[in-house]
């Protein structure tokens, strides 16, 4: 059912997004997890231990952290990784379904032999292809950081790998979600709108559960819940919420199938 | 068998009307054209045999099929250029076409290669850095490199230049003559005149005429413009020829739009003295307006 041709091209139409994309994360991890040994030296674990308990949860830090490069990597630097990941992940998959509409190519993709609801499986292929890509970079990026310069012995591939592969689910299940509500955009700066919003309300809610206890049921509106990449990392994944987030993605997809088979497009 | 047909098709955009009960009937090896002003329902009509529309009431029916929503195989043999043509502005020519090629698994490398021959376009730059003329070139080419059974065209002609036009009707004429079925939406009426072997007219979303070209209401009309080279001619003696105007941008000048009779024309205008005088094909906003607007009639005074 899915179409070849369609994977192909637009993973063609979108490798440059992934190379910039991939860059910045790998920046990211390089400043963040290449600053662990400067964190120690400065005593962070003092210096936070000062700030109001909420304030230091909200961010996604504990003083265990600093003492711990597996925790830290993957409970901070990886909280900042999965947001940058997560809107670039909305933004592809929105883009994947809006830029028909907004550029005009409705009625050449529309109108070719193969179904919608065939097109859209096989944009979300390509888009787990390069959500791949990018995720493969970022642990291998981590992993030679961590055992060759940050870490060498302690760094743990294993619990990064499980940890990894828990922000991959959540970028998955973010670009399900913006897939779902693509099809409601016309406009690709719609979509990259959403992706930023959305994106920032998942770390701000995630935020926000931490912060107060009162405020726990936000957690289950943010994929960093479901993700956990910090027990990931202090090998304790949350396995019930990381088989969520493939079946948002995949709810997602069947979701804008459904509205795209039902769109109409006029002049 | 048809290859293209609707029955009682209506599409209202909420409580805008798009088109009413348009009843159409392509037969196999037919090249069909669908006339009328800008606005009428033409691209509508269009959208909901491509499935981008949904209809209100009524069906369409491609090579005896119901048209569906999402789209599907029943396309394998049909290509579709749009009046404006939209590609992905990273894409070169060469990649588009490559794209559309590989939805389908006929037509081959040599007969592309000589469409963007005949068509005159480098496939091998930017879509961003085409022309609307060449974009359109592109979309032409992607629509025909399968080498369709059934060609639907929203406007073919606009954008190209006479030449490129000439050989597009051409390589629209040989496919026909292969048995390929063209249907295709236009203002133009030379283009019709040029090529199809039907006609069916649109206005205000419902069809007021269909038939042969050769029966096509209006045809006998002409536009005639002329100049006196003395004394103008009285009002009452030009509104015998036809609807008549005078030029505002060009004092002296007169534009009637007249149904006599070729030889009746041709000797009324002989009483006249003319400085100036050419007579030319109506346009079909001009049919249109002197056949079926309420206010048209016979003769005018070009003075009131």
Redesign the interface.
């Known amino acids: 059912m899915p179409?070849?041709?369609i994977i192909i091209?637009e993973i063609s139409?979108n490798q440059?997004s992934l190379l910039i994309w991939a860059a910045v994360l790998i920046l990211v991890i390089l400043i963040y997890l290449g600053s662990f040994g400067f964190m120690e030296e400065i005593d962070f674990v003092e210096m936070i231990e000062g700030f109001p308990e909420p304030l230091v949860s909200g961010l996604g830090m504990s003083p265990e952290m600093f003492g711990d490069v597996n925790q830290y990597h993957g409970g901070l630097v990886m909280l900042y990784g999965l947001l940058l990941a997560s809107i670039y992940a909305m933004m592809l998959a929105g883009g994947m379904i809006s830029r028909e509409v907004d550029?005009?190519?409705?009625?050449?993709i529309?109108?070719?032999?193969?179904?919608?609801?065939a097109?859209v499986i096989s944009k979300a292929l390509s888009f787990v292809v390069l959500i791949t890509i990018l995720w493969i970079a970022a642990y291998l990026v981590s992993v030679a950081i961590g055992i060759f310069w940050v870490a060498p012995g302690v760094f743990d591939p294993n619990a990064q790998f499980t940890a990894h592969l828990a922000g991959y689910l959540a970028s998955l299940a973010a670009g399900g979600i913006a897939f779902a509500l693509a099809p409601l955009f016309d406009r690709i700066q719609g979509t990259t709108s959403l992706a930023i919003a959305l994106g920032f309300a998942f770390f701000i809610l995630n935020g926000l559960a931490q912060m107060y206890g009162q405020l726990e049921f936000f957690n289950y509106l943010s994929i960093h819940y479901y993700a956990d990449m910090a027990g990931a990392a202090a090998g304790e994944p949350f396995v019930a919420g990381m088989a969520v987030l493939p079946a948002v993605f995949i709810a997602g997809v069947v979701v804008s199938a459904i509205l795209?088979?039902?769109r109409?497009?006029?002049? | 068998m048809y290859a293209l047909e609707t029955n009682r098709l209506t599409k209202y955009?909420g409580k805008n009307r798009g088109i009413v009960d348009v009843n159409l009937a392509i037969r196999d090896g037919e090249i069909f054209g669908f006339i009328g002003p800008n606005g009428v329902g033409k691209?509508?009509t269009i959208?909901l045999l491509?499935?981008?529309?949904?209809p209100t009431s009524g069906q369409a029916r491609v090579f005896n099929r119901n048209v569906?929503?999402?789209?599907?195989?029943?396309?394998?043999r049909?290509g579709?250029v749009?009046?404006?043509v939209?590609?992905?502005?990273?894409?070169t020519g060469r990649d588009?076409l490559e794209?559309?090629r590989?939805?389908?698994t006929a037509g081959d490398d040599q007969w592309v290669e000589e469409l963007i021959d005949r068509l005159r376009i480098d496939p091998d730059k930017k879509i961003r850095a085409y022309s609307h003329g060449n974009r359109k070139k592109i979309g032409i080419i992607?629509a025909l490199l399968h080498k369709p059974r059934l060609l639907i065209f929203d406007e073919p002609g606009s954008g190209l230049d006479p030449l490129i036009r000439q050989e597009l009707f051409k390589i629209l004429e040989e496919m026909n003559r292969k048995g390929a079925s063209i249907f295709f939406s236009t203002h133009v009426l030379e283009e019709v005149e040029r090529i199809c072997h039907r006609v069916a007219m649109i206005k205000d979303g419902s069809i007021i005429h269909e038939g042969p070209v050769d029966r096509l209401p209006g045809r006998e009309m002409r536009v005639v413009t002329l100049k006196f080279a003395g004394r103008d001619a009285s009002a009452t003696a030009l509104s015998n020829l036809g609807v008549a105007e005078k030029l505002p941008s060009m004092p002296g000048y007169y534009r009637v739009i007249s149904r006599l009779p070729a030889n009746q024309l041709v000797g009324q205008l002989a009483r006249f003295d003319l400085e100036y005088l050419k007579i030319t094909d109506p346009s079909l906003e001009e049919i249109f307006f002197n056949l079926y607007e309420p206010s048209s009639g016979g003769g005018s005074n070009p003075d009131a």
């Open positions: 179409n070849g041709n091209t139409l440059r550029l005009g190519t409705v009625e050449f529309y109108t070719r032999p193969v179904t919608r609801t097109i795209l088979n039902r109409e497009f006029p002049a | 955009y691209t509508t959208r491509l499935g981008l529309l949904k569906p929503t999402g789209g599907g195989k029943l396309y394998r049909v579709y749009p009046s404006e939209q590609y992905y502005p990273e894409m588009v794209y559309a590989g939805f389908y992607q």
